[in-house]
């Protein structure tokens, strides 16, 4: 019997499995498919919200928190990987015109870099590969990315290297409860004991908890993207506009996303999203039309009404705890999230406040 079963192996359960693992927790990991497999993989490694002025101070609060902390794992991780997550300090630029008063009071707030570039000349000083055209922007220079595929593995790496135990290919059919306590959870053919159960399951997790209590609010949200196989140093910056952005990776792909559609659970991708998706990125960089789209891909989001997430223990099943609900943000939110839930669960001092990511505060 582990002290405490997590249901997903995604990058919320990977992070919360190593969170806890540091405490001194005996942790078991249970994955339907492979780790990393889901949303965590297709996302873009943004480490910020979209717009994070638009955001609830409870989603600014876990991104600052990871934003600290994040330069740090990412060189734990690929000490006890040898994958390197590709940490990257490119910085954003948003085009967005009418949000610079808003911009401005959030960075005061949050005590983040921001400039204001309204030259076109200034624009182009700052990132080459734009279009002449564009000539106001906002600067955001504090603002790192990730890769996602490289992260999820990475963090397998990591919970192999400490042994944490991880059972991949096995899906949980439904969690164990008694008279208001958690028992463990039931796969195909085996039951697996503990008084402690995390659902980390990402767009699937309102599904695992019955009907007959109260269940989260989290429904899939699928997200498009496509991948350039650009030059290398064609685009040094990440660029955000109209809810379209661009991520250059160190080799320089580029990757372009994305999509918001409320599919239910299918992962389809369509001819329509890839021609608008790479209509947005030529009008923002004029020099893409002449780089092949190497890939186009689907990814389901855990989409919550407000994008704040849930952590917290259910309010009716005793050591059901729900780490789920971070819709397009889990990348960025994800070690912040992982700290609170371990400090949860071990029933440590949170260093931030826990009640806004409780039921009572999402319904
Ligand atoms: C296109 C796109 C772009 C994005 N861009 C960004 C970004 O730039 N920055 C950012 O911060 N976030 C981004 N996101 C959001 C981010 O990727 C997600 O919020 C995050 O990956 C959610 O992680 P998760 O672990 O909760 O979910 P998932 O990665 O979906 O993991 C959940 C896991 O649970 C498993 N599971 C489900 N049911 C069961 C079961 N019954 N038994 C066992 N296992 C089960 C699944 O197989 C899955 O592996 C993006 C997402 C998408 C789709």
């Known amino acids: 019997m582990s002290d405490c079963i997590i249901v997903g192996g995604g990058i919320i359960g990977m992070l919360t499995a190593r969170e806890l693992n540091a405490a001194g927790a005996d942790v078991l990991l249970l994955e339907r498919g492979q780790l990393g497999g889901e949303s965590s993989w297709a996302g873009g490694g943004i480490l910020s919200p979209l717009y994070p002025w638009r955001y609830d101070d409870s989603v600014n609060a876990l991104a600052k928190y990871s934003q600290r902390v994040y330069p740090l794992i990412a060189q734990q991780l690929l000490a006890e990987s040898g994958v ?77 290297e400490k042994e944490i135990k991880v059972i991949e290919h096995c899906k949980v059919e439904q969690l164990i409860e008694k008279q208001g306590l ?110 092949e789209i190497e890939h186009h891909w689907a990814g389901l989001r855990p989409g919550t009404p407000q994008g704040i997430p849930y952590i917290c223990e259910h309010p009716a099943i005793k050591g059901l705890y729900i780490n789920s609900g971070h819709y397009r943000n889990g990348v960025i939110l994800g070690a912040a999230s992982a700290k609170l839930m371990a400090d949860l669960v071990t029933g440590k001092e949170a260093e931030l406040d826990m009640k806004p990511y409780q039921f009572e505060q999402q319904h």
């Not at 990315?145 to 490289?150: C, G, L, V």
């Open 84 to 160: 390197d997550p590709e940490y990257n300090p490119c910085g954003l630029m948003v085009l967005d015109q009418d949000e610079t008063g808003q911009a401005r009071q959030w960075a005061d707030r949050w005590d983040m870099s921001l400039d204001v570039l309204s030259s076109q000349q200034a624009i182009n000083q700052c990132e080459p590969a734009l279009n002449s055209e564009i000539n106001q922007a906002l600067w955001l220079p504090d603002i790192a990315q990730m890769r996602n595929p490289r992260l999820v593995k990475a963090l397998a790496g990591s919970l192999a």
């Open 182 to 291: 958690i028992q463990g959870v039931e796969t195909a053919d085996k039951v697996y004991k503990a008084d402690r159960v995390i659902v980390a399951g990402g767009a699937w997790s309102g599904k695992m908890i019955s009907k007959n209590v109260q269940q989260p609010d989290i429904e899939p949200v699928k997200g498009q993207m496509i991948l350039f196989k650009a030059r290398q140093n064609l685009l040094k910056t990440m660029v955000l506009s109209g809810g379209r952005y661009l991520i250059p990776r160190r080799d320089g792909r580029i990757l372009t996303g994305s999509t918001l559609e409320h599919t239910d659970f299918e992962k389809n991708i369509t001819e329509d999203a890839m021609l608008s998706l790479k209509q947005s990125a030529i009008d923002l960089v004029p020099e893409l039309a002449n780089f």
